[in-house]
């Protein structure tokens, strides 16, 4: 399913509004970490410059609010010479990765250009995150659901599934696992949460996120889900 047929398939979903306050918020947050940490991401372009060169960036077309795509930035993690249209999971110990590439992993640091994409209203600082156009076929059964709502930096999937890339069993299909099990198990973890959701509870997501890039955060099932793989 293309970007195209995703945006027609779509069209019907309704948008949960996302508030007058919420975006508020967002803009106060995402212009006070720009501020805060600009000098980190000039040392981080340069740092992927010297080791690799260009691109610096990382775009990918993602599934925004109502099923509508949109251009999503990170700091690039994979070698210059990987495909850009490659494997689509990100996995533990991915060979693809360069030096800067696993620091930026663990640290969570390559999500900070995402900050653009908050000024632009693709995205908020608390929302679900947005899949690839290669997991697109995942938004049925109910989970179409999840598009309601505008993706984001911080949510209750992205908090409990902070060491997601360890998740995948040792043996067997990662991309039907994460199809079978992982993506439902977070899009129902988000849908229990965001029909419901307050400012207060998204400050609390907030903390929590902060929180798991630290090493303080909820750690998923693993071995339930090893069992299920």
Known sequence: MNALDLSLHRSGISRASHGFARR????????????????LMLVIALALFLEGGRPIFFAQT??????????????RKFDVRCDSHGFALTMAGDSRMTTIGR??????????????NVFKGEMAIIGPRPESLAFA?????????ILQYK????????????????????????????????????????????????????????VRGFLAVVGRGSSPPQASFQEQG
């Open 137 to 145: 076929d995942c938004f049925r059964g109910g989970f179409e659901d």
């Open 151 to 206: 993706p984001g930096l911080v949510g209750p999937a992205q908090v409990v599934y902070r060491n997601e890339a360890h998740c995948y069993p040792q043996s067997g299909d990662p991309l039907l696992f994460y199809r079978e099990v992982l993506f439902p198990a977070k899009a129902k973890l988000d849908l229990s949460y965001y029909p419901k959701r307050t400012i207060i509870s998204d400050i609390v997501w907030m």
């Open 24 to 39: 508020a918020i967002d803009l106060v947050l995402a212009t006070a970490a720009a501020i805060v940490f600009a000098p």
């Open 62 to 75: 993602r599934v925004g609010a109502g099923g509508r795509p949109f251009r999503m930035y990170k700091f």
């Open 103 to 116: 620091i930026l992993a663990i640290t969570k640091f390559d999500e900070l250009p995402q900050l653009w």
